[in-house]
């Protein structure tokens, strides 16, 4: 059988082969310690779960609206419209199957063959490979490191920008950085995508996951609101990730076109679950602001102990449930020189299971630390403690076997 050619183009998210790899690695009696997807193992709010039975019960079981119920889409104008302090009205809002057919949609609405996408690079895969399977040319640009975190390269991301570059996709709070943009950055961003006429998916999945301060959005700044869709889910938040609920909110114009697209691919997204979602942004928040405490619980347990591990280095976000560690001089003291083979050292040395940064878009030349992502949402706080207990435990005995015998091929046996 001969597949269409396009399919060449498509990329996935590689951080389903982890799983795969710790899915397999457990089946044969091992312990993993999962930090590898960025799943959540917190219920979901259990006043969410009975709007949907109750919708149920109530016999929404049949079609709905492409661009959604007008209740949830009256619902998400005025929270995130309020949360940004913009004003939207549900004619800006489309309802989608989770948060990543936004991307999808956003590219086939606004992007033709051969335009020019500028993307972060480490970054969410689900946007270069979508850039490329729909025609795009693909641009990344990239971060340096700093004292504080992570900060855009302002001058790479300048000298980019070409006649073709026609969107610009930036994930504030982002993965698999937990990094965020200080307001001067954003403000040069925004100013950027209005000089050269740039319209923004401005991804903004993990924009209610913080412990300390506000999250800001590019779209609330002067002149952006009608250059930016705002990617929305309820998978984090409301610990919902296997609900498939989501909004893109922008322009009418785009709204509209993306409904197009609805109409053609899923028709809808499931009626019960759109209720669901009503009673998530109207009903109590305390479930929501439980699954906030519990993920700042873990990432402080599981930050504590990567800085006791000798060799790694790490900043400390405020958004997101993702670490970002440099580990290059643990490679160095162990002998490694891809991260990769570190990583499947760490599966079946020390059970523990987690991305590299080469999960999160092609590596770019220049390129010469090396870190891994660990996801803090799937694992419990004992578990984190075990898990990179036993992580640093391997990476002592594994470096003080390198150092006292310095023989490589000895090395590659007590791995």
């Known amino acids: 059988m ?75 104008a005025a929270v995130v419209g309020r949360q940004r302090g913009l004003s939207y009205t549900a004619e800006n809002v489309v309802v989608q199957p989770g948060g990543k057919p936004v991307v999808t949609k956003f590219i086939q609405a606004m992007m033709n063959p051969g335009d020019e996408v500028l993307y972060p690079n480490p970054g969410y895969p689900i946007y270069e490979s979508q850039i490329e399977y729909q025609g795009g040319v693909a641009k990344p640009y990239r971060y340096v490191q700093t004292a504080s ?26 993965n698999p950085l937990g990094a965020e943009s200080a307001q001067a950055e954003m403000q040069h961003l925004a100013e950027m995508a209005l ?30 609101q009608e250059h930016t869709v705002i990617l929305y889910t309820f998978s984090k938040k409301y610990a919902m990730t296997g609900w498939r ?7 009418r114009e785009v709204a509209q076109a993306i409904t197009r697209l609805n109409t053609n691919d ?28 519990t993920l700042l619980e873990r990432r402080d347990v599981a930050v504590q102990a990567l800085q006791e591990i000798d060799g790694i280095t790490l900043h400390k ?33 020390a059970n523990v299971s987690f991305c590299t940064r080469k999960h999160f878009g092609r590596p770019q030349p220049g390129e010469t630390d090396h870190y891994i992502r660990l996801a803090y949402s799937g694992i419990n706080v004992d578990e984190i403690h075990a898990g990179l207990g036993e992580l640093k435990s391997w990476i002592n005995s594994a470096s003080h076997a390198v150092t006292q015998l310095n023989d490589r091929s000895y090395v590659s046996e007590v791995r």
Not at 245 to 251: C, M, N, V
Not at 328 to 347: C, I
């Open 317 to 349: 976000p405020e958004t997101t449930f993702y670490l970002y560690p440099n580990v290059t001089r643990v490679m160095q003291k162990l002998g490694y020189t891809d991260v990769a083979d570190f990583a499947d050292a760490a599966l079946h040395y």
């Open 149 to 174: 975190g992570f900060e855009i390269d302002l001058d790479y991301l300048a000298h980019l920008i070409t006649p073709r570059t026609r969107i610009f996709i930036y994930n504030n709070q982002q």
């Open 266 to 293: 899923e028709s809808c997204t499931a009626h019960f679950v759109q209720w669901a979602g009503v009673e998530a942004l109207q009903g109590d928040q305390a479930g929501a602001e439980h699954i906030v405490r």
């Open 2 to 76: 001969i597949l269409a050619e396009r399919l060449k183009n498509l990329g996935t998210e590689t951080a389903f082969a982890v799983s795969e790899a710790a899915a397999t690695w457990a089946a044969q009696g091992h312990h993993v310690y999962p930090f590898h997807l960025g799943d959540i193992n917190i219920p979901t709010p259990s006043n969410i779960v009975q709007a949907q039975q109750r919708a149920i019960a109530d016999g929404k079981t049949g079609y709905a609206p492409s661009a959604g119920i007008l209740p949830l889409r009256q619902a998400l």
């Open 195 to 224: 000089r050269n006429n740039l319209i923004v998916l401005s991804d903004e999945a993990y924009f209610d996951i913080r412990y300390s301060g506000g999250s800001a959005s590019i779209a609330s700044l002067p002149g952006m």
């Open 245 to 251: 609920l989501g909004a893109a909110i922008g322009p």
